[in-house]
């Protein structure tokens, strides 16, 4: 038995809690499906986001530099971390020079990652998580179980009986919305108390120096505008070229993850406010060393919407904890193997959704887990050597990249999903057994038509299970 299967166990064993669990998951997916529905340029936009980080990965260095200049030229202060516990010494380093002992933190699943809670605990600093599912699991003294919805595995009776200990709200209070004003009550407080305001970053423009934080629930806004500091931390694969590209993942990244417009707050910060201060942290943590090979590349497309998440039957059946990491899923089973494929050798076995995109942003894209998967009998036998080495500098890696990744224009043809010729793109043709012209968007996938024919195959083999 894997460690995977082994963690999972107690959750399979409660079968009435494994059935909703599978079915409130897939539930979030069905939303983003139907989001997806109401916009014909779907899969175009899925393709230009991924030729979009293609080509960003390509000139990484440029861009990194590139952003470090325009964000210093903005006030802000730019620091390098090779990894976590660089990372987390460079925070902490922040704060005691400001004699910072409270701390208001937005949604992070990068300090999530590096274990900055705990670290900052050891050294003395309250860490407040204000995200309301992150403060879910906090005072439960546990990690997320998804990337978006992190209390995603509790239900609501046992949210109230965890306020009623930790709040003082009545006992059997079950009612979300009453739930949530304690916990706003509770919040208010945190943010007027807090010295400094941690936040992750969802997007970083080069060409502009800013950072962009997109939440549901406004607290990165307040966690920043109310404490005198600043420190935004960010995985090196977050850099765009400019606020042009950025459109693009907008678009994409609430339709996927809860199927919204967008969200609530998209929030963009080029430099401090006057009389505060501002820090980027940038980390690498094994990613240069997942952009040196080309097998695994496209995971560093990700935009953490955690629609391959919310796909995967294995996660929805077996719950985020079991997987042991930060990141759970499909999207996880690539990412904590290249920290470490010793111990997580087991996790490109715990996901059956990663052949569902085709190596496209915004949904599943092809990860490379059936690369791992071939990878993983090794690595239990020994750990590759190319693994075990120290993780290069991401400039060094980045310039290894083959420079046809460079070209970024889509292709000039398409195939119409109706007469299945090929044509150019935005063409209209007639159908063969009609005569009114029918406008074509890019390709066959992107037609209503079949994106219906794949949605119901989609769900005849990939939808929640039914409790016996």
Known sequence: ???????????????????????AVWFVRNKRDVARSFVPEWEELRSLGSQIKA??????????????????????????????????????GILREHRVTR????????????????YLEQQGIEVVDTDLGERIVQFRREPPSHIVMPAIHLKKEEIGELFHDKLGTPSGLSDPKQLTEAAR???????????????????????????????????????????????????????????????????LLARSATGQPITTYTSHFHGPRPGAEMHIVLLDHGRSRILAREEYRSSLKCIRCAACMNTCPVYRRSGGHSYGVTVAGPIGSILAPHVDAKKHASLPFASSAYRLAGGRVGAGADLG???????????????PQSLDAPARPAAHAARELPRAVEETCPP????????????????????????TPYAIRTCASDSRRAWSRWADVASRSMGPSKPR
């Open 369 to 383: 887990v059936s690369g791992l998967r071939k990878a993983a009998p090794r690595a239990r036998a020994a750990h």
């Open 55 to 92: 080509h960003t990965l390509s000139k990484l260095p440029d861009y990194l530099e590139q952003f470090e200049k325009n964000a210093t030229a903005n006030g802000a202060r730019v620091h390098w971390a090779r990894d976590a516990d660089e990372h987390n010494r460079i925070v902490h």
């Open 185 to 251: 009550v509770h919040l208010r407080e945190k943010f007027l108390g807090a010295q400094a305001g941690l936040t992750g970053v969802n997007f970083a423009i080069a060409s502009t120096g800013g950072v962009v934080v997109c939440t549901n629930e406004g607290n990165a806004d307040l966690g920043t505008s109310l404490p005198p500091l600043h420190i935004a931390c960010m995985g090196l694969e977050k850099i765009i070229p400019s606020p042009q590209e950025l459109a693009v993942f907008l678009r």
């Open 1 to 23: 038995m894997t460690e995977h299967a082994e963690r999972a166990k107690d959750f399979v064993a409660d079968e009435k809690r494994m059935h909703w669990h599978d079915q």
């Open 412 to 435: 000039a043809m398409t195939r119409c999903a109706r007469c299945e010729q090929q044509r150019p793109r935005k063409s209209r043709c007639r159908t063969s057994g009609g005569s």
């Open 103 to 118: 701390v208001v933190k937005s949604k992070s699943m990068l300090t999530e990652e590096c274990h900055l809670n705990e």
